[in-house]
């Protein structure tokens, strides 16, 4: 019952590795109470938007468009995910969860290279993170994105994005190793610290700890609310046309 609700659906996947929940079980002990709370609070979308504070009084003359000007209905996910005043956000959400990453792979005796920039035919491409150690390359694109759809199939695509561009082989060439020791994977976390399975299996394999992925969960989490918070506290404002303006002609 609870994934086939709105608030669950995106929650489903969450039985597929324990990463997403091991905050969870941990405690508050290892996080400071007020983070917690503004966790727990993001992971089963409870934050305040026009849509959540409009349920059981909901009527068809309600607005319940984005307050920041967007043509989009408010909720949490657009809040987060996609509104103009939550870009920012984003982006430091999106730069903190490879910093870990980064520094987790050095400590491991990885050669890490942060967004290199690669010509090909289909346009530069610039992956977050470029490893090597002895013969063998890794290439890692991070993202948190929605949990509506597979977050396996997210990770695939993100991984596909580079793999099916033939002019990444140019790396074989910079880091001196066989095409064959090219590889390519992703952090994949939905924005309510929900993770892809099969990149939590690539980047484990790499050497990095299950404890060091925990907190890129919460790290997940905290940018979340974070833009949450940013959005309510911010006045910037798309302006709709005159046509969609109520009480105008």
Same mark, same amino acid.
């Given at each position: 019952?609870?994934?086939?609700?709105?608030?669950?659906?995106?929650?489903?996947?969450?039985?597929?590795?324990?990463?997403?929940?091991?905050?969870?079980?941990?405690?508050?002990?290892?996080?400071?109470?007020?983070?917690?709370?503004?966790?727990?609070?993001?992971?089963?979308?409870?934050?305040?938007?026009?849509?959540?504070?409009?349920?059981?009084?909901?009527?068809?003359?309600?607005?319940?468009?984005?307050?920041?000007?967007?043509?989009?209905?408010?909720?949490?996910?657009?809040?987060?995910?996609?509104?103009?005043?939550?870009?920012?956000?984003?982006?430091?959400?999106?730069?903190?969860?490879? %910093?870990?990453?980064?520094?987790?792979?050095?400590?491991?005796? *990885?050669? /890490? #290279?942060?967004?290199? +920039?690669?010509? @090909?035919?289909?346009?530069?491409?610039?992956?977050?993170?470029?490893?090597?150690?002895?013969?063998?390359?890794?290439?890692?694109?991070?993202?948190?994105?929605?949990?509506?759809?597979?977050?396996?199939?997210?990770?695939?695509?993100?991984?596909?994005?580079?793999? %099916?561009?033939?002019?990444?082989?140019?790396?074989?060439?910079? *880091?001196? /190793? #066989?095409?064959?020791? +090219?590889?390519? @994977?992703?952090?994949?976390?939905?924005?309510?610290?929900?993770?892809?399975?099969?990149?939590?299996?690539?980047?484990?394999?790499?050497?990095?700890?299950?404890?060091?992925?925990?907190?890129?969960?919460?790290?997940?989490?905290?940018?979340?609310?974070?833009?949450?918070?940013?959005?309510?506290?911010?006045?910037?404002?798309?302006?709709?046309?005159?046509?969609?303006?109520?009480?105008?002609?």
């Amino acid at each position: 019952m609870l994934y086939a609700s709105v608030d669950g659906r995106e929650l489903r996947e969450c039985h597929r590795t324990n990463l997403s929940t091991l905050w969870v079980d941990s405690g508050a002990h290892k996080i400071p109470g007020r983070d917690f709370v503004q966790h727990v609070h993001t992971r089963i979308n409870c934050l305040p938007t026009a849509v959540r504070v409009s349920r059981g009084a909901r009527r068809s003359t309600r607005d319940v468009r984005c307050r920041a000007g967007c043509q989009e209905t408010e909720t949490a996910a657009h809040v987060v995910q996609n509104c103009h005043r939550t870009h920012g956000g984003r982006v430091k959400r999106h730069d903190a969860v490879c %910093r870990v990453i980064a520094a987790g792979l050095r400590r491991g005796g *990885y050669r /890490v #290279e942060e967004e290199p +920039v690669v010509p @090909t035919r289909e346009g530069n491409r610039k992956p977050d993170l470029v490893c090597q150690k002895d013969e063998f390359v890794k290439v890692i694109d991070a993202q948190i994105v929605s949990g509506v759809g597979s977050l396996n199939e997210a990770h695939k695509r993100k991984c596909q994005y580079y793999s %099916r561009n033939e002019d990444i082989t140019k790396l074989v060439e910079k *880091y001196a /190793v #066989e095409p064959r020791n +090219v590889e390519f @994977t992703s952090c994949t976390i939905s924005w309510r610290g929900v993770w892809s399975s099969r990149s939590q299996g690539d980047l484990l394999l790499m050497g990095l700890t299950k404890n060091l992925l925990s907190t890129l969960t919460t790290r997940a989490l905290q940018g979340s609310h974070t833009n949450w918070s940013r959005f309510n506290k911010s006045t910037s404002t798309i302006h709709r046309s005159a046509a969609e303006r109520e009480g105008v002609g």
